[in-house]
């Protein structure tokens, strides 16, 4: 009988499980038998997913849904028999609001899509100047951009649609995907769709158009999909299903598990044997690790073997930030309406975001109560991260009264943190990941995944772990530099 070859883990949040799940599936259909144990930290498994359930109601203190246009967050859900769990957003006429000047003004249905659908509100709620409209309206007459080199997202959203679109509606929608700085953030690292349109259609909106166009042709039996989706019980359905899956293929799962140390010594002619020493003094040796950690994290482990690795891990820089949710009774202001609002950078406020989420969402709470989300922190915004709970609830609460009115007292109220949480793309990623990958080569069955590379979101990371799993698999196989991962598409 083979011998099972042995692979470990790093890392137990969505890209380190995701990984382990992949792994498995490409291993079989390989023939590949192996061993595989998942080392995390902490005391739990899911990183920054984390639900909680009090009485009837479901708040998440991370992430509260995924992308649907990215199939791989769908794609797993099916395979691990979540598909009934999946769940839309509420259908309702208004979706969002932007804070601007001092009020609460319409955000139109398709603008995150850039196919605006109703328009109407858009041009009465004041919210952009004529001329501001007439601006962001000429964006399919711009030119496109160089087809080589970067470019901040900030800029090119500047130069395609105007510099009042920009600060008004689309930085404080990027700006809620990232927690970061348009200003130094990478367009083809945050946003590669937007460069990929430019460059094949002349125009953001009329390639949106086109894709459109070719989804609606296409003929599918899958469900209808909102642009959002989550799971009726919450996301953490999502890792105590990957968890129990993992446990029944033989996955060995410890948590408490601090790794230290990443040592390597020559295994055979041309391979190399890991080792992975941990803080309570123990060792895992394995032919092959994946460190699905935070860059910083692989930065410390990586240093001792390729100096130049840890130097670009430490040149990927995190942003924190913080949820704060609360629930009042359900009959409050005219104000609350459609799934919450969005805030520019401009307007100096310390809530850049806020989500009606029994709104939004069904199944998150009591008939006779609003859940509402509120996010502060993010890159330049981080001071009021230094606040105790009491008082940083307290800030919340009166931004909350000056947005939209609400001044009575929270029924429940939740302060999740989430410090060094959000990587942030800067200009140069992806020249940065491609060095990244040189330095790391000359050790063949030493991977790095997770959200600090090519994606942040939960389809991202399960992407990401997707490839990962392909290279541990070659690089066991001795197919090593088959899979090239700086070369995988992000987004």
């Not at 990962?468 to 992000?490: C, F, P």
Request: glycine share 10%; aromatic share 6%.
């Amino acid at each position: 009988m083979t011998r099972p070859r042995t692979v470990v883990i790093v890392g137990g949040g969505i890209s380190g499980l995701a990984t382990a799940f992949s792994l498995h599936e490409k291993a079989t259909q390989a023939g590949l038998p192996i061993r595989c144990t998942i080392l995390e930290s902490e005391s739990s498994w899911g990183g920054k997913i984390v639900t909680h359930r009090v009485g009837e109601m479901v708040t998440e203190a991370g992430p509260d849904s995924f992308l649907s246009q990215k199939q791989a967050g769908l794609d797993l859900c099916v395979k691990l028999g979540l598909a009934d769990q999946l769940i839309n957003t509420n259908e309702m006429g208004k979706k969002a609001s932007v804070f601007y000047g001092g009020r609460l003004h319409d955000l139109p249905e398709g603008l995150l899509s850039f196919v605006p659908n109703q328009l109407g509100s858009f041009f009465r709620s004041g919210l952009l100047t004529w001329t501001g409209l007439a601006r962001m309206g000429l964006e399919i007459a711009v030119p496109p951009g160089p087809s080589t080199g970067d470019e901040s997202l900030a800029a090119f959203l500047r130069r395609r649609f105007g510099a009042q679109a920009f600060e008004r509606v689309l930085e404080p929608l990027m700006a809620g995907i990232y927690a970061g700085d348009a200003e130094h953030m990478s367009l083809r690292a945050t946003f590669p769709r937007f460069f990929e349109l430019e460059q094949q259609h002349g125009s953001i909106v009329r390639g949106m158009m086109a894709a459109k166009k070719a989804v609606s042709l296409a003929s599918t039996v899958q469900p209808r999909r909102t642009m959002f989706v989550s799971l009726k019980n919450g996301l953490s359905e999502l890792v105590t299903a990957l968890t129990s899956r993992l446990t029944q293929q033989g996955v060995e799962l410890r948590v408490g598990a601090r790794v230290e140390a990443l040592r390597v010594r020559s295994h055979e002619l041309g391979r190399w044997m890991y080792d992975l020493i941990l803080e309570d003094g123990s060792a895992h040796s394995a032919e092959s690790v994946v460190l699905a950690t935070p860059a910083y994290v692989s930065a410390e482990l990586l240093r001792p073997l390729t100096p130049i690795a840890g130097g670009l891990l430490d040149m990927i820089p995190y942003a924190s930030t913080a949820t704060i949710a609360m629930t009042f009774p359900r009959t409050l202001t005219s104000a609350i309406e459609g799934f919450g609002f969005i805030v520019p950078r401009t307007e100096q406020r310390h809530v850049i975001a806020a989500t009606w989420t029994s709104l939004k969402w069904p199944y998150r709470a009591p008939a006779d109560q609003l859940l509402v989300r509120c996010y502060v922190g993010g890159v330049g915004r981080e001071d009021i991260l230094q606040l105790d709970d009491d008082a940083l609830t307290t800030r919340v609460r009166e931004e909350l009264a000056a947005v939209c009115g609400i001044s009575v007292e929270p029924n429940y109220t939740e302060v999740n943190r989430w410090w060094k949480a959000m990587p942030q793309y800067m200009l140069g990623h992806l020249d940065r990941l491609a060095q990244l990958e040189a330095a790391v080569s000359r050790y063949p069955g030493l991977v790095l995944t997770g959200a600090g590379y090519r994606g942040v979101g939960i389809p991202d990371c399960i992407r990401d772990g997707a490839v990962a799993s392909e290279q541990v698999v070659q690089d066991l196989l001795g197919k090593t530099n088959v899979v090239r991962r700086s070369t995988t598409k992000i987004g």
